[in-house]
């Protein structure tokens, strides 16, 4: 057998080859851990690419399951002693299987419908409004008769502001003498069911001498679709948001996920542009961290749960940031949660794609968490917090929805509502 990839970015037969096999990522990964095979392990699924390479195993339904059932987490990136890239190779291999293995019918068309609306807006606020509908009637229970994977999408949606959801999102916050002018990523998930932590951010940056806009060409940054293999859709949604910024010194991203995959632009996109605008990318918490601090931090007497998001601790590499952010906090007791970088079972789309691994990674999660003593919990992605809510019950805010308070010396009661509605 000949090679079973295309010449369209196969995996690269050097980046699979700087995998020694010693097996360091095996207590590291999610999935191995979950089931003992050592085909869905980064050794398992690399070794199966340099199969492929070689023309040894085929493009098929058995090797498309392995890689399917990867997370994405990159905890094995952080583990491996040698410095392998498994995050090219994944992404590779996902676009080549996406775009040349068919998918049963049933699940082609609920990937089709999940890729379609989660990054656009007004498709997240039609969903907003029938979530309101259903939510008002009280027809949960109706959920319980889907299958799996349309549960899992019913069962993720928040408790719907719908107010909230179907108003737009300001677009420049000002100070006088600003420090930088950052451009806000509005983006889709985020911007529709947790516009109060865009708002938070704009209002602590604001606080700490920046001028805010949120451009209105940056819509969904094409994560989403880079993550599950629709490489032609996540090049031409990463062009759009290189073009929306292209006049401000910094891009401020408060989503971990998607501050992970445009810090990768330059490997998604050729030519100098996508490096410089990679090289601007900074995650709100890398800001502050990088900033001296000028607003007074008033207490908040909480003890606050943090969850590591994957694509922020593994894929960025951002853990001590946002530890002394919230330590910085008068009042506010830090509680680190046991194997507390171990993903919770979002991973993008994965607990919609994946829904009973990514369940049983949710609960095991939430056992952790409840085994605290803490008010509640602390988490900078979206999925991360919709996936940590539905299996336990402390209200889940983000980071700098704690510094927004205690800058503005508030309660913390309406941050704690918002993340108890999502």
Request: hydrophobic share 40%.
């Amino acid at each position: 057998m000949s090679n079973v990839f295309d010449e369209s970015h196969p995996p690269s037969r050097a980046l699979a080859d700087d995998c020694v096999h010693c097996g360091f990522c095996l207590p590291a990964c999610p999935t191995y851990q979950l089931w003992g095979e050592e085909m869905d392990s980064p050794r398992g699924r690399i070794h199966l690419i340099s199969l492929g390479l070689d023309g040894e195993v085929a493009l098929d339904r058995t090797f498309v399951e392995h890689f399917d059932a990867c997370l994405g987490c990159m905890a094995c990136t952080t583990a491996c002693p040698s410095g392998v890239d498994y995050a090219s190779l994944l992404e590779a291999t996902r676009g080549q299987i996406e775009r040349r293995v068919p998918r049963p019918v049933g699940e082609a068309l609920h990937r089709d419908l999940v890729l379609t609306v989660l990054p656009r807006r007004w498709a997240l606020r039609a969903v907003a409004l029938v979530g309101w509908v259903h939510q008002r009637l009280g027809l949960a229970a109706l959920t319980q008769a889907l299958p799996d994977r349309w549960r899992a999408l019913a069962e993720l949606l928040p408790q719907v502001d719908l107010g909230a959801a179907l108003r737009p999102l300001r677009r420049q916050w000002t100070t006088d003498a600003p420090r930088m002018r950052v451009g806000l990523l509005a983006g889709c998930v985020q911007s529709v069911f947790f516009r109060e932590v865009h708002e938070a951010t704009a209002r602590v940056l604001v606080a700490e001498g920046c001028e805010v806009v949120v451009p209105p060409g940056a819509g969904c940054c094409g994560a989403l679709s880079h993550h599950a293999g629709r490489d032609d859709d996540a090049r031409r949604r990463a062009r759009e948001t290189i073009e929306a910024f292209a006049d401000v010194d910094r891009v401020v991203v408060d989503a971990a996920g998607c501050g992970s995959s445009m810090k990768r632009y330059a490997q998604l996109l050729d030519g100098e542009a996508a490096s410089d605008f990679s090289s601007r990318v900074c995650d709100v918490h890398e800001l502050l961290d990088e900033l001296e601090p000028r607003a007074k931090r008033h207490p908040l007497p909480l003890r606050v749960a943090y969850h590591d998001a994957c694509h922020l601790a593994h894929g960025q590499g951002i853990r001590g940031e946002p530890r002394r952010l919230l330590r910085a906090i008068p009042g506010l007791t830090l509680v680190e949660v046991p194997e507390g970088d171990t993903c919770c079972g979002s991973a993008g789309i994965y607990n919609l794609t994946q829904p009973e691994p990514a369940a049983a990674l949710g609960r095991a999660k939430a056992e952790r968490i409840d085994g605290l003593d803490v008010d509640l919990v602390a988490a900078a992605n979206p999925g991360c917090a919709l996936q940590i809510q539905r299996h336990q019950g402390r209200p889940v805010v983000h980071p700098v929805q704690l510094l927004d308070a205690s800058l503005r010396a508030t309660s913390l009661a309406g941050a704690s509502e918002g993340a108890a509605r999502g």
